[in-house]
């Protein structure tokens, strides 16, 4: 393979319902240092139905050229035409770098892209970097179960590929004023590969906040215990303006479901202010949520990891902390 042939960053944009996701937007901030090492462009990959109108977002949050493939077919998610249409764009392209979001959609789209090219994937990075010797890409992600990080390094293959979990990385400021081009890409598919039809979306009903874009979190570990006192730390979470949310063990204990996990294995979080009630602190749960900006741990082991990364730490059992919180709350919140 004539690896030198292959460059730029590219971004798979994911779009549901005609709407680009927050995921795309960091993944384009990240690919925007990548590129400027490398002294290349940044390009973002849409696809879908009647969502070029969603082309200048992504030029304002970093893209330099958007690759946009408009096709009945691409209105909603179905694995073989997507694999199809970025499959194209690479035989035509030529990418050095994919970037992905690892979401549902992301993960099942990867593996097959990857196959396809005959390429390497790195699922769930956590870091991305430039090496200044080979040029090459870094992909960091956790390995064996979260105790070490591994880098890894695509060095035979093109294009290098990467999902990224969503929360990761920062999104850049959007720039309306930024300068970018939008360009239709035509993709011969194969059509009768195309096996699976969506009939119909039926959406679950939840009232719940997605603990991504939570500014407050109020998080619940082993010490927690029961569902009772989860819904304390929902009186807490409420007079607050926050949401609850827990780490695996309650989850596992089905206590608490997976969408409000924060961890390795969970969701990755960055909110202004983390509450880490009865939550030891192992490296798991510490990848999700030790980009908080403000982390407060309430532990009654005084050597719990978790006050290792914490701005403050209080030394008690939490069932004796949160109902003086919720009451000097509520009187505050009279006046």
Do not use: W
């Not at 730029?8 to 709407?19: C, D, H, P, S, T």
């Amino acid at each position: 393979m004539d690896i030198a042939a292959y460059k730029n960053v590219y971004v798979f944009a994911e779009q549901r319902e005609g709407k680009v996701q927050n995921v795309a937007y960091e993944l384009l901030g990240k690919a925007r240092d990548l590129a400027e090492a490398l002294g290349q462009e940044v390009c973002a990959i849409l696809l879908g139905h009647n969502i070029k109108d969603q082309a200048p977002s992504l030029i304002a949050q970093g893209a330099d050229r958007v690759l946009v493939v408009d096709d009945r077919d691409l209105e909603v998610y179905t694995t073989e035409p997507y694999a199809q249409a970025i499959v194209g764009i690479v035989e035509q392209k030529k990418p050095g770098i994919i970037l992905m979001g690892a979401t549902t959609i992301g993960r099942d789209l990867g593996p097959r892209v990857s196959a396809r090219l005959n390429t390497g994937l790195t699922a769930d990075c956590t870091e991305l970097g430039i090496d200044e010797e080979t040029k090459h890409l870094l992909m960091t992600r956790p390995a064996f179960g979260g105790n070490l990080m591994a880098t890894i390094m695509c060095t035979e293959h093109r294009p290098q590929m990467s999902t990224v979990r969503p929360g990761v990385m920062m999104a850049r400021k959007p720039d309306a004023s930024r300068k970018g081009e939008t360009e239709d890409v035509k993709i011969d598919f194969k059509r009768d590969k195309f096996r699976v039809k969506v009939k119909e979306i039926v959406k679950e009903q939840k009232n719940l906040v997605d603990i991504t874009k939570a500014r407050v979190l109020v998080s619940g570990g082993r010490g927690v215990g029961c569902k009772e006192g989860f819904d304390e730390l929902q009186k807490l979470a409420g007079c607050l303006g926050g949401e609850v949310s827990s780490s695996r063990a309650m989850v596992d204990a089905g206590v608490m479901e997976h969408s409000r996990q924060v961890g390795q294995t969970g969701k990755t979080v960055r909110p202004d202010v983390y509450f880490a009630m009865g939550i030891s602190g192992a490296i798991q749960h510490l990848a999700g949520m030790e980009g908080s900006d403000f982390i407060v741990a309430v532990n009654k082991d005084k050597y719990a990891p978790i006050f290792e990364v914490a701005d403050l730490g209080i030394v008690c059992d939490l069932k004796k902390v949160v109902p003086v919180l919720v009451e000097k709350l509520k009187k505050e919140q009279a006046k």
